[in-house]
């Protein structure tokens, strides 16, 4: 079955250090990698996406590329804010007909992030 | 345009006692799904519905069912609660044409 590995937390950086938050992960077929942000008593949302072999997918400052012969799709930021404190997930998407866009996530990454 | 939004925020339940979650959503979406979130664990899916009129069991299905009542609305039930389904639950929606997931602000449930 599919599965996916985040390196584990908790990630504690100070203001403006450099980010990475390892992920792994086993499929059959090409999924679509994700990786989605929860901030404090809120919902997960999604930060950013791919969708194939070496697509770079980034927003907010965010890069993440999928790596098919390392099967990867490591977060990472040059220069992390306090803002950017909250758990990461990283998860994958074994779209078909007849599950929707079912996924599969990561144990999630704490970062905290310090003035 | 509110996305997915659950209902109630917060319930604490006695063992035993029953409750319903709901969910809608507003973007037309064909597929919603139910999680809960464990400290360490993730999230893990308990049931989805791909349409309207199906639903199918997930990772964690036991103790719960579902109900699609329309193409906007998919609740979950907890028919005697346990002390083990204390968690977060969340809802989720996707659309046909794309892959990711759209989700809810979470319920928090305590059962004592």
Not at chain 1, 55 to 74: I, L, M, V
Not at chain 2, 60 to 82: Q, T
Request: aromatic fraction near 12%; glycine fraction near 10%; charge should be neutral.
């Amino acid at each position: 079955g599919n599965s996916v590995t985040q390196m584990e937390g908790p990630v504690t950086l100070s203001e403006e250090a450099f980010l990475t938050i390892n992920c792994t992960y086993t499929a059959t077929g090409y999924p679509s990698l994700f990786w989605y942000v929860q901030y404090p008593g809120e919902g997960l949302q999604l930060l950013l996406k791919a969708t194939k072999a070496d697509d770079k997918g980034s927003n907010k400052g965010f890069e993440a590329t999928y790596r098919k012969e390392t099967t990867s799709f490591h977060l990472e930021k040059g220069s992390v804010q306090v803002s950017d404190s909250a758990v990461y997930f990283c998860a994958l998407s074994d779209r078909n007909e007849a599950s929707g866009s079912r996924l599969t996530f990561g144990e999630g990454t704490q970062l905290t992030v310090n003035p | 345009n509110a996305g997915v939004t659950q209902t109630p925020k917060f319930q604490v339940l006695k063992t035993g006692q029953s409750m319903t979650l709901q969910c809608a959503q507003d973007m037309n979406h064909n597929s919603m799904y139910w999680y809960r979130q464990d400290p360490g664990m993730g999230l893990r899916l308990i049931y989805y519905s791909a349409s309207e009129g199906t639903t199918d069991k997930g990772e964690v299905p036991n103790g719960y069912n579902v109900s699609r009542l329309n193409k906007r609305e998919f609740s979950l039930r907890l028919e005697s609660a346990a002390p083990s389904q204390t968690s977060v639950y969340f809802c989720a929606s996707s659309s046909d044409r794309g892959y990711e997931q759209y989700f809810g602000p979470g319920t928090r449930l305590t059962v004592t």
